[in-house]
Protein backbone atom coordinates (compact mmCIF):
# COMPACT_ATOMS: atom_id res chain seq x y z
CA UNK A 1 0.00 0.00 0.00
CA UNK A 2 3.06 2.01 0.68
CA UNK A 3 4.30 1.67 -2.57
CA UNK A 4 1.52 3.35 -4.83
CA UNK A 5 2.11 6.60 -6.29
CA UNK A 6 -0.09 9.85 -5.95
CA UNK A 7 -1.21 9.27 -9.81
CA UNK A 8 -2.23 5.22 -9.64
CA UNK A 9 -4.12 5.87 -6.16
CA UNK A 10 -6.18 8.10 -8.10
CA UNK A 11 -6.37 6.69 -11.39
CA UNK A 12 -6.92 2.84 -9.78
CA UNK A 13 -9.55 4.26 -7.12
CA UNK A 14 -11.35 6.58 -9.18
CA UNK A 15 -12.01 3.55 -11.86
CA UNK A 16 -13.37 1.69 -8.85
CA UNK A 17 -15.33 4.35 -8.02
CA UNK A 18 -14.17 4.02 -4.27
CA UNK A 19 -12.26 6.97 -3.96
CA UNK A 20 -13.51 9.72 -1.16
CA UNK A 21 -14.50 12.83 -1.86
CA UNK A 22 -13.82 14.67 1.06
CA UNK A 23 -10.40 13.96 2.91
CA UNK A 24 -9.78 15.70 6.49
CA UNK A 25 -6.93 15.77 8.30
CA UNK A 26 -5.33 16.37 11.95
CA UNK A 27 -2.09 17.27 11.19
CA UNK A 28 0.05 16.28 14.37
CA UNK A 29 3.92 15.73 14.96
CA UNK A 30 5.50 19.00 14.23
CA UNK A 31 7.05 19.24 17.81
CA UNK A 32 8.01 15.08 17.67
CA UNK A 33 10.00 16.11 14.55
CA UNK A 34 11.80 18.85 15.60
CA UNK A 35 12.66 17.43 18.84
CA UNK A 36 13.86 14.13 17.59
CA UNK A 37 16.25 16.34 15.04
CA UNK A 38 17.56 18.89 18.13
CA UNK A 39 15.89 21.33 16.56
CA UNK A 40 13.22 24.20 17.95
CA UNK A 41 9.57 23.44 17.87
CA UNK A 42 9.41 26.37 15.01
CA UNK A 43 11.58 24.08 12.69
CA UNK A 44 9.00 21.24 12.89
CA UNK A 45 5.90 23.90 11.98
CA UNK A 46 7.92 25.24 9.57
CA UNK A 47 8.48 21.26 7.85
CA UNK A 48 4.99 20.80 8.67
CA UNK A 49 4.03 23.93 6.21
CA UNK A 50 5.80 22.36 3.47
CA UNK A 51 3.92 18.50 3.95
CA UNK A 52 1.25 21.33 3.68
CA UNK A 53 1.91 22.56 0.52
CA UNK A 54 2.76 18.66 -1.27
CA UNK A 55 -0.30 17.04 0.30
CA UNK A 56 -2.44 20.18 -1.39
CA UNK A 57 -1.24 19.66 -4.78
CA UNK A 58 -1.34 15.14 -4.28
CA UNK A 59 -5.12 15.71 -3.31
CA UNK A 60 -5.53 17.76 -6.33
CA UNK A 61 -3.41 15.56 -8.75
CA UNK A 62 -5.33 12.43 -7.14
CA UNK A 63 -9.41 14.43 -8.07
CA UNK A 64 -10.37 15.21 -4.48
CA UNK A 65 -13.47 17.22 -4.38
CA UNK A 66 -12.09 18.74 -0.95
CA UNK A 67 -9.19 18.43 1.61
CA UNK A 68 -9.86 19.94 5.21
CA UNK A 69 -6.88 20.69 6.84
CA UNK A 70 -6.47 20.88 10.83
CA UNK A 71 -4.53 24.21 11.01
CA UNK A 72 -5.07 25.90 14.62
CA UNK A 73 -7.64 25.15 16.63
CA UNK A 74 -9.85 27.01 19.06
CA UNK A 75 -7.79 25.43 22.28
CA UNK A 76 -4.24 26.05 20.16
CA UNK A 77 -4.56 29.63 22.01
CA UNK A 78 -3.71 27.85 25.26
CA UNK A 79 -0.43 27.11 23.94
CA UNK A 80 3.09 29.48 24.79
CA UNK A 81 2.60 33.14 23.29
CA UNK A 82 5.75 32.49 21.48
CA UNK A 83 4.63 29.42 19.76
CA UNK A 84 1.19 31.01 18.94
CA UNK A 85 3.21 33.73 17.58
CA UNK A 86 4.97 31.29 15.60
CA UNK A 87 2.25 29.74 14.19
CA UNK A 88 0.83 33.16 12.97
CA UNK A 89 3.99 33.52 11.82
CA UNK A 90 3.76 30.98 9.59
CA UNK A 91 0.38 31.21 8.64
CA UNK A 92 1.02 35.10 7.35
CA UNK A 93 4.17 33.37 5.18
CA UNK A 94 1.93 30.32 3.98
CA UNK A 95 -0.53 32.57 2.15
CA UNK A 96 1.30 35.53 1.06
CA UNK A 97 3.69 32.56 -1.06
CA UNK A 98 0.83 29.85 -1.74
CA UNK A 99 -2.32 31.53 -2.71
CA UNK A 100 -0.98 32.30 -6.24
CA UNK A 101 -0.12 29.12 -6.67
CA UNK A 102 -3.39 27.83 -5.26
CA UNK A 103 -5.01 29.97 -7.90
CA UNK A 104 -2.73 28.82 -10.68
CA UNK A 105 -3.47 25.32 -10.44
CA UNK A 106 -7.60 26.01 -9.65
CA UNK A 107 -7.80 25.35 -6.19
CA UNK A 108 -10.15 26.95 -4.19
CA UNK A 109 -9.14 28.45 -0.43
CA UNK A 110 -11.99 28.13 2.02
CA UNK A 111 -12.21 28.03 5.81
CA UNK A 112 -13.72 27.05 8.48
CA UNK A 113 -13.80 28.18 11.97
CA UNK A 114 -14.09 31.69 13.14
CA UNK A 115 -11.34 33.76 12.07
CA UNK A 116 -12.22 36.84 13.23
CA UNK A 117 -10.98 35.83 16.32
CA UNK A 118 -7.09 36.00 14.47
CA UNK A 119 -5.51 39.65 14.38
CA UNK A 120 -6.65 42.02 11.95
CA UNK A 121 -4.02 41.79 9.21
CA UNK A 122 -4.50 37.73 9.03
CA UNK A 123 -7.99 38.15 8.87
CA UNK A 124 -7.34 40.47 5.48
CA UNK A 125 -4.76 37.66 4.01
CA UNK A 126 -7.11 34.81 4.46
CA UNK A 127 -10.17 36.85 2.85
CA UNK A 128 -7.91 37.92 0.25
CA UNK A 129 -6.82 34.18 -0.77
CA UNK A 130 -10.26 33.29 -0.23
CA UNK A 131 -11.66 36.03 -2.78
CA UNK A 132 -8.97 35.42 -5.28
CA UNK A 133 -9.61 31.72 -5.50
CA UNK A 134 -13.48 31.20 -5.34
CA UNK A 135 -14.19 30.80 -8.69
CA UNK A 136 -11.75 27.79 -8.40
CA UNK A 137 -13.05 24.19 -9.18
CA UNK A 138 -10.44 21.46 -8.93
CA UNK A 139 -9.83 21.05 -5.18
CA UNK A 140 -11.62 22.91 -2.34
CA UNK A 141 -8.75 23.08 -0.14
CA UNK A 142 -10.27 24.14 3.63
CA UNK A 143 -8.18 25.35 6.59
CA UNK A 144 -9.85 24.59 9.97
CA UNK A 145 -8.65 28.18 11.46
CA UNK A 146 -9.73 29.02 14.94
CA UNK A 147 -11.85 26.12 14.55
CA UNK A 148 -13.33 23.57 17.25
CA UNK A 149 -16.19 21.03 16.63
CA UNK A 150 -18.35 21.55 19.99
CA UNK A 151 -17.99 25.59 19.14
CA UNK A 152 -19.56 24.81 15.87
CA UNK A 153 -22.08 23.28 17.14
CA UNK A 154 -22.65 26.07 19.92
CA UNK A 155 -23.06 28.38 16.82
CA UNK A 156 -25.63 26.14 15.19
CA UNK A 157 -27.33 25.52 18.44
CA UNK A 158 -27.87 29.40 18.74
CA UNK A 159 -28.58 30.11 15.30
CA UNK A 160 -31.73 27.31 14.92
CA UNK A 161 -32.70 28.42 18.58
CA UNK A 162 -33.25 31.82 17.19
CA UNK A 163 -35.09 30.84 14.42
CA UNK A 164 -37.38 29.07 16.54
CA UNK A 165 -37.75 31.98 18.78
CA UNK A 166 -38.92 34.45 16.21
CA UNK A 167 -41.21 31.64 14.24
CA UNK A 168 -39.01 30.67 11.57
CA UNK A 169 -38.70 27.36 12.43
CA UNK A 170 -40.80 25.37 14.41
CA UNK A 171 -39.29 22.70 16.69
CA UNK A 172 -40.80 19.52 14.94
CA UNK A 173 -38.67 20.25 12.06
CA UNK A 174 -35.30 20.13 13.29
CA UNK A 175 -33.36 17.35 11.72
CA UNK A 176 -30.01 16.42 10.93
CA UNK A 177 -30.58 18.05 7.51
CA UNK A 178 -31.37 21.41 9.29
CA UNK A 179 -28.05 21.03 11.59
CA UNK A 180 -26.00 20.06 9.13
CA UNK A 181 -27.49 23.63 6.92
CA UNK A 182 -26.06 25.45 9.97
CA UNK A 183 -22.41 24.15 10.36
CA UNK A 184 -19.55 26.11 8.81
CA UNK A 185 -19.27 22.70 6.25
CA UNK A 186 -22.54 23.32 4.79
CA UNK A 187 -21.62 23.35 1.45
CA UNK A 188 -18.70 20.87 1.59
CA UNK A 189 -19.12 16.87 0.52
CA UNK A 190 -20.12 14.84 3.34
CA UNK A 191 -16.75 13.73 5.25
CA UNK A 192 -15.47 10.72 3.94
CA UNK A 193 -12.09 9.82 5.54
CA UNK A 194 -10.64 11.80 8.49
CA UNK A 195 -6.92 10.54 8.79
CA UNK A 196 -4.33 11.83 12.31
CA UNK A 197 -0.81 11.69 11.92
CA UNK A 198 2.05 11.02 14.93
CA UNK A 199 0.10 7.71 15.91
CA UNK A 200 -2.30 9.37 18.37
CA UNK A 201 -5.89 8.27 18.08
CA UNK A 202 -8.83 10.73 19.42
CA UNK A 203 -10.29 13.70 17.51
CA UNK A 204 -9.68 16.32 19.50
CA UNK A 205 -12.57 18.41 18.57
CA UNK A 206 -12.67 17.97 15.02
CA UNK A 207 -15.84 17.78 12.69
CA UNK A 208 -17.17 15.69 15.33
CA UNK A 209 -20.65 15.97 13.43
CA UNK A 210 -19.22 15.25 10.37
CA UNK A 211 -17.48 12.31 11.20
CA UNK A 212 -20.00 10.59 12.32
CA UNK A 213 -19.85 7.97 9.68
CA UNK A 214 -16.86 8.67 8.37
CA UNK A 215 -13.90 6.47 7.85
CA UNK A 216 -10.93 6.62 10.36
CA UNK A 217 -7.21 6.16 9.68
CA UNK A 218 -4.63 7.01 12.75
CA UNK A 219 -1.46 6.48 11.09
CA UNK A 220 2.43 7.10 13.10
CA UNK A 221 4.23 9.17 10.26
CA UNK A 222 4.76 12.32 11.99
CA UNK A 223 3.16 15.43 9.55
CA UNK A 224 6.20 16.64 8.47
CA UNK A 225 7.08 13.16 6.99
CA UNK A 226 3.56 12.97 5.37
CA UNK A 227 3.55 13.67 1.72
CA UNK A 228 1.27 12.50 -1.96
CA UNK A 229 2.46 8.44 -1.32
CA UNK A 230 1.07 8.61 2.50
CA UNK A 231 -2.34 10.69 1.02
CA UNK A 232 -2.03 7.99 -1.57
CA UNK A 233 -1.83 4.91 1.04
CA UNK A 234 -4.43 6.42 2.92
CA UNK A 235 -7.04 6.45 -0.10
CA UNK A 236 -5.76 2.72 -0.97
CA UNK A 237 -7.07 1.48 2.53
CA UNK A 238 -10.11 3.52 2.75
CA UNK A 239 -10.49 1.97 -0.76
CA UNK A 240 -10.40 -1.44 0.74
CA UNK A 241 -12.74 -0.82 3.76
CA UNK A 242 -16.87 -1.56 3.09
CA UNK A 243 -18.88 1.60 4.35
CA UNK A 244 -22.08 0.13 6.10
CA UNK A 245 -23.72 3.57 7.49
CA UNK A 246 -25.18 1.39 10.62
CA UNK A 247 -26.16 -1.23 8.02
CA UNK A 248 -24.84 -5.08 7.66
Known amino acids: MSGLSASSASST ?3 AGTAPRHVAIIMDGNGRWAKRRFLPRVAGHRA ?3 AVRTTVKAAADMGLQALTLYAF ?11 VSDLMGLLRHYLRKE ?6 NGIRLRTIG ?22 NRRLDFVLALNYG ?3 EMVRAVREIAADVRDGRLAPED ?17 LDL ?3 TSGERRLSNFLLWQAAYAELLFVDTLWPDFDGAALAAAIADFGARERRFGGR
Open 48 to 50: GAE
Open 13 to 15: LAD
Open 149 to 151: AQD
Open 114 to 135: DINGLEGDLVDLVREGVERTKH
Open 99 to 104: VAELDR
Open 174 to 190: ICSAVIDGRLDTQDLPP
Open 73 to 83: SSENWRRSTEE
Open 194 to 196: LIR
